[in-house]
């Protein structure tokens, strides 16, 4: 009886082993997502059209487990199933260039007992099945040590650190703006009815970015131009690399009172101007969490020196900016109570760029979605933005000329 309860299990899921395919992974695609669950046990598959090879691994604080695959075409991000048995959530996408992740959240310690490639059969296309078990902590943790073991047997030797030194500034050249879009691949960030965050933003920031450029007075980079995860400290490397003049990080909000609506501009401080921006920091500050990045194989940060007395003049050009940004905007858009506040987001942590990070407004509020989506509505506050931005530059260059 047993096994023919397995049995029917397996066949549900389209587990019944067939032949293994050879296909390229150049254009892989994964078709669907599926999750089976029984009693201390969960399984999860994806349908790909193509034969992948993938690595699996297990990380902690918070417990997940991670799975690296080639590039791949995923499915919509909200065709994901329903979280299940030891799995309390999902996301994937693309990773880096050449890589996709898929990040599975445990309920409870969980460890993989068997993980393999099926080929098509009765009537299902290749899957890559992934079985979980109930685990103690002490064995998850166990796991966790021998897989970043392996990882670190058949890493490279690590170089020099990745801190990027900036070199000093041509006094006659154009002023350098990068425009940040927040999240992406792996990393949708906050949800509404209609959209993700990963979508909002990079369609702003390519907005933004265009009227920037249109204006014949500045360079203008973008840390992503397509959908893929960039890490946060790559995003602060990727300015200084540029010697960017500013930085400007884009975001959209999500909150459980629905009611809330309107933009806001946060910049650097060490102590949150208050709990809810405090809050925001801290979520945000997740992202590299949340996609699979395992910081006990990270180099030191950059600079823990990062809010410290040197960085005065940056942040104060800093708040200046972002001063600039709520007066243009003001009548221009929905704006929240207390705009500008502080925090201290990882993102804006650049000690020679002034940074801003801007929340658009609630992916969570109905009207403010609806504006989010909007063609129209994103060109008239990107116009808003390349006001502040040329009030910006031009009042700099008059406090130069008069010191």
């Known amino acids: 009886m047993r096994l023919t309860l397995v049995f029917r299990w397996f066949l549900l899921l389209g587990l019944v082993p067939g032949g293994v395919g050879t296909a390229s992974a150049d254009d892989a695609r994964v078709q669907n997502i599926r999750l089976g669950a029984s009693e201390g046990a969960t399984r999860l598959v994806l349908e790909m059209s193509e034969r992948v090879d993938f690595k699996v691994f297990s990380l ?6 991670v799975l690296d695959l080639p590039s791949l075409d995923w499915p919509d991000v909200n065709a994901s199933p329903e979280p299940k048995g030891l799995i309390s959530g999902l996301r994937f996408g693309q990773f880096t260039e050449t890589q ?10 969980a460890i993989v007992s068997r993980s393999f490639v099926l080929g098509p059969a009765s009537g299902f296309p290749h899957r890559l099945v992934v079985d979980l078990k109930t685990s103690s902590a002490e064995n998850f943790a166990k796991q966790v040590a021998a897989d970043r073991t392996a990882k670190r047997a058949k890493a ?40 993700r965050e990963k979508q909002v933003t990079l369609a702003f920031s390519k907005e933004l970015a265009r009227q920037l450029r249109n204006t014949g007075k500045y360079d203008v980079y973008l840390t992503r131009s397509r959908d893929i995860y960039i890490p946060l400290r790559q995003r602060v490397n990727i300015a200084r690399k540029h010697q960017a003049d500013l930085f400007i990080s884009i975001h959209a909000d999500a909150i459980k009172r629905k009611n809330v609506r309107g933009m806001s501009i946060y910049t650097l401080s060490e102590t949150a101007s208050d709990k809810e921006a405090e809050a925001l920091a801290r979520k945000e500050n ?9 910081f006990d194989d990270q180099p030191p940060e950059v600079a823990d020196i990062l809010i410290d007395l040197a960085q005065r003049e940056t942040k104060n050009l800093s708040v200046k900016f972002a001063n600039l940004v709520v007066k243009n905007a003001r009548g221009t858009t929905r704006l929240l109570e207390r705009t500008h506040r502080f925090a201290g987001f990882r993102v804006l942590k650049a000690p020679d760029v002034p940074s801003v990070l801007i929340e658009l407004g609630f992916l969570t509020n109905r009207s403010d979605e609806k504006q ?28 130069r000329m008069t010191q």
């Open 286 to 294: 997740r992202s590299d969490i949340i996609v699979g990045i395992d």
């Open 372 to 399: 989010l989506l909007s063609v129209g509505w994103r060109r008239k506050i990107a116009k808003s933005l390349v006001k502040s931005v040329n009030g910006f530059f031009s009042s700099s260059r008059q406090a």
């Open 100 to 109: 996709s992740r898929l990040v599975i959240d445990l309920k409870t310690p």
């Open 60 to 65: 902690d604080t918070p417990r997940r487990i």
């Open 156 to 195: 490279p030797a690590p170089g020099a650190s990745p801190e990027i030194l900036q070199a000093p500034r041509k006094s006659n050249r154009k002023p350098v703006i990068v425009v940040d879009a927040g999240h992406g691949g792996v990393d949708p960030g906050a949800s509404g009815r209609k959209a």
